[in-house]
């Protein structure tokens, strides 16, 4: 599996519209939802149960980049939209830095390790101080786009 394999490419934000963190969950959410890509599962629903995942520990990992994730009844596969901002948003990031690439991954509930490979792929792209800068760097979709199918 790459991470071409995971992002879902309809589900791409080339500049956030939210300003903080709720509000840049509740959009990758509904994007992933408009695109098809959460099945029966209530966005709503989703967005709350994640953002309450967030409240307990932060999924800002560092450098730049937040990874928020759940898994969720009736996802078959891993799927991630990705959202960028210019401005940067406060996810309470170990590093005390604002977010400027974030990574949302809904993953199948009763697949644990579709989940752990998944967020194995991001983990090992999102450590990778090149691929972190192309993708705060892209500034439309395709680039985004492009960048996503050049990972590993």
Partial sequence: MKLSDI????????????????GAIREL??????????????????????????NEASTGMGK?????????DGIAEPVAAVGRSSHGIDFR??????????????SPKDNPDKHLQAMEILFRNLNQDDFRRFLRQAQT??????VIRDAS
């Fill in 93 to 106: 990031s170990l590093d005390k830095q604002p977010v400027y690439t974030v990574l949302l991954l809904v």
């Fill in 7 to 22: 992002v879902c490419f309809s589900a791409i934000v080339p500049e956030l519209e939210a300003k903080d963190r709720n």
């Fill in 64 to 72: 730049g980049v937040a990874l928020p994730h759940i898994k969720a």
């Fill in 141 to 146: 979709v395709e680039e985004i786009t492009e």
């Fill in 29 to 54: 959410v509904g994007l992933l939802h408009q695109s098809g890509c959460l099945g029966r599962n209530d966005p709503e629903k989703l967005t709350r149960a994640i953002i309450q995942r967030e």
